[in-house]
């Protein structure tokens, strides 16, 4: 990885951090967690029911590309020109919390879906990062130790516990699956213990783009399989409940969209789990 790419790539988990942790506490003493509404379709459960269920449904990713517009346009078989010229079309009542178009590097545009996935709070951020798109470097930023601790300050270990022969169901070429493995330490001066996670990730490019996403693996499943925790005693375990992060080429930079909901589990001070990345 060049120290340039490096730089921005960093850069841009830093911007994206500080406010995720900031919005993150802000909803999680004030906001109360409400059943779907205002219209929108319910939060769709991304694996069927079963033990033995460990993909996610074709559900799941219709989910990801309705959340976020750029997922289709990096998948597109057709290059669009003019995409850039137009804006995304959105068909969900999306609460802008802060939007500065005219910021050419770093996260320009934070957003939240009130009332959307069941116990967490839906966030999605847009962001500019020079150079081209490479999906498998910008997903380290978040799967390498060494990048991530670079601006996250929440994680202790995150590594990839098996690759997985899926293909999901999504326009493009899949270029990488797997299982992958995070803990984290305390968040938010202590009120959020140590957590861990198992998720089914994958890196899906097209002519226009990535997609990198991702979902928690149920846990009928992973209590039911030999290997996938590591050795020691649990933690408390949190659930990704959508994941993804479309990147989009454009001449010089590349757009991110990237879209989280994260429930940390065990509740807090203010009623129901409090969302932190």
């Not at 993150?24 to 929108?40: K, M």
């Not at 995070?182 to 994958?202: I, M, N, W, Y």
């Not at 979902?215 to 659930?239: H, I, M, N, V």
Request: charged letters at 20%; glycine letters at 10%.
């Amino acid at each position: 990885m060049s120290k340039r790419y490096s730089s921005s790539l960093i850069f841009f988990g830093i911007t994206l951090i500080l406010p995720t942790l900031t919005i993150a506490f802000h909803h999680s003493f004030t906001t109360p967690i409400v059943s779907p509404g205002l219209g929108l379709k319910a939060y769709t459960n991304p694996y069927d029911p079963g033990p033995n269920s460990c993909t996610p449904n074709s559900a799941a990713f219709e989910m990801i590309r309705e959340l976020s517009p750029y997922s289709t346009h990096a998948l597109s078989p057709l290059k669009d020109p003019d995409f850039f010229l137009k804006e995304p079309v959105e068909i969900l009542p999306w609460k802008t919390i802060e939007h500065k178009p005219h910021r050419s590097t770093g996260v320009y545009s934070v957003q939240t879906l009130p009332s959307y996935c069941p116990s967490s709070q839906l966030l999605r951020f847009r962001g500019r990062v020079p150079g081209r798109v490479d999906a498998p470097l910008f997903s380290s930023l978040l799967t390498t130790v060494a990048h991530r601790k670079k601006w996250d300050v929440t994680v202790s270990d995150v590594y990839k516990v098996a690759d997985v022969g899926y293909s999901p169901p999504l326009p493009g070429t899949p270029e990488e699956c797997g299982v992958g493995y995070c803990r984290t330490v305390k968040a938010l001066g202590g009120l959020v213990t140590p957590r861990e996670q198992l998720t089914l990730c994958g890196v899906q490019s097209g002519i226009g783009g990535s997609l990198i996403w991702a979902f928690e693996l149920p846990s009928e499943y992973t209590d039911a399989s030999e290997g996938l925790w590591p050795d020691g005693k649990r933690l408390q375990r949190a659930s990704t409940d959508v994941f993804s992060a479309a990147l989009v080429q454009r001449r010089g930079f590349f757009e991110v969209e990237y879209v989280l909901s994260l429930d940390v589990g065990g509740g807090g001070p203010g009623g129901g789990p409090p969302p932190v990345l």
